[in-house]
């Protein structure tokens, strides 16, 4: 059914059910960028604090059932299924509600969550956040990460409406934590949101993003008095050094970043490159995501090399490894070397290839789904378990 913002589809066919998403509390995490990277970190250190835990994110990287975990692990295929089969029945009770795809999965979560009996829910927004399905759940805590210029055909065209948008998941009475952005309106949109709830987090810049959210754990851990701060963990594509040791001999950097600021932060903390595999799906402000990517090459010593590839994988359509080139051309790295390939797997391998005989590292980077990709690839060639690889704490 594509994409629909609003609560009254999930709303009524979550009646049908029986509130599930009313049995637990949960801490409500909305942003343009880290938001399940500091969910993942808020589920390892509530389950290592002795609470059952559900975790669901968006998207997935390989399978739907990444999206609903327990204690970090995604569900079975067969329950998944099962649950999926209550939706649609409570769907399908006249009026007939059409939930999305993404309402599907988190109405699976929910009931998940609540078959399970879990302590806490942790719950990543899946866009914006007034609207999002995920505003339904009963939090008693709510985070709001970055915002940057993303979904414009959804949230608005200035950061200050899209602002209003993710600071709009925050109930009355309850905190509301926040990464203080430096644009002024953007603060006063929060601060009018939230008023005497909120809580400013200083936006300074530590080793990495992991680590920035790492610190917002601690706090939240005092505040919801969990026995742990912080567990080990990681999230595929997006934690330190996961993916490092795919390619024999080289060392590899992942990165799901998916818009200009996160795609600028992940460059900047990854230095130096030297081969680069970018692969991107479709979408409306391609040339502005891809400007800090064109810098950052640009400006290194020696020029990397570029492999243009095409994810597999995705709600949108992969960007061809032709306008890839071109645009890359147009907009002044035509001096950096290329090639193409458009399997994905194929392309992992020149690239390895390419930085193993010149001693140089390798930087995956342009699409959450192109990491997805190649994690399969990576599972079925060194024949690991999936579940084992999507669990992650």
């Not at 079975?76 to 999305?100: E, G, H, M, Q």
């Not at 309402?103 to 899946?126: N, Q």
């Not at 790492?214 to 595929?236: E, F, K, L, N, Y």
Request: charged share 25%.
């Amino acid at each position: 059914m594509g994409v629909k913002l609003g609560l009254d589809n999930c709303q009524i066919i979550l009646e049908r059910l029986g509130d599930p998403h009313l049995e637990f509390p949960s801490i409500h995490v909305a942003g343009s960028n880290g938001k399940g990277s500091l969910c993942v970190q808020l589920s390892a250190a509530a389950t290592a604090s002795g609470l059952t835990t559900g975790l669901f994110t968006s998207p997935h990287l390989v399978t739907v059932e990444e999206r609903v975990r327990i204690d970090g692990r995604p569900i079975a295929p067969a329950t998944f299924d099962r649950l999926l089969n209550a939706v649609r029945d409570a769907a399908s009770i006249k009026p007939v509600c059409n939930p999305t795809y993404f309402e599907a999965t988190f109405l699976v979560a929910m009931l998940a969550f609540s078959e399970s009996g879990v302590d806490r829910g942790i719950i990543e927004t899946g866009m914006g956040g007034r609207l999002d399905a995920t505003r339904l759940v009963d939090a008693d805590l709510c985070i709001l990460t970055t915002v940057s210029l993303e979904h414009t055909e959804y949230l608005g065209d200035t950061l200050a409406e899209i602002a209003a948008e993710k600071a709009a998941i925050h109930r009355p009475g309850t905190t509301f934590i926040a990464l203080e952005p430096e644009d002024a309106e953007v603060r006063r949109v929060i601060q009018k949101t939230a008023g005497d709830d909120l809580s400013w987090w200083p936006n300074e810049r530590l080793d990495s993003t992991w680590d920035d959210h790492g610190s917002i754990v601690d706090t939240v851990a005092s505040i919801r008095g969990w026995a742990t701060t912080r567990a080990d963990c990681h999230w595929p594509g997006r934690s330190p050094g996961y993916g490092e040791d795919w390619v024999e001999g080289v060392v590899t950097s992942l990165s799901a970043a998916h818009n200009a600021e996160s795609l600028e932060r992940d460059l900047s903390e990854n230095h130096p490159i030297t081969v680069v595999l970018l692969g991107m799906s479709e979408k409306a402000d391609l040339e502005a995501t891809l400007e800090p990517v064109v810098a950052e090459i640009c400006m290194d010593t020696p020029l990397p090399k570029v492999v243009f590839t095409e994810p597999r994988t995705g709600r949108n359509p992969a960007v061809s490894v032709e306008a890839l080139s071109e645009m890359m051309e147009r907009m002044g790295a035509g001096h950096i070397p290329t090639a193409v390939e458009k399997d994905p797997t194929k392309a992992f391998e020149m690239a390895g290839q390419m930085a193993r005989e010149e001693g140089h590292q390798l930087l995956v980077i342009g699409s959450v789904y192109l990491i997805g990709d190649l994690l399969k690839h990576v599972v079925e060639r060194d024949g690991l378990n999936l579940w084992d690889e999507l669990t992650v704490h």
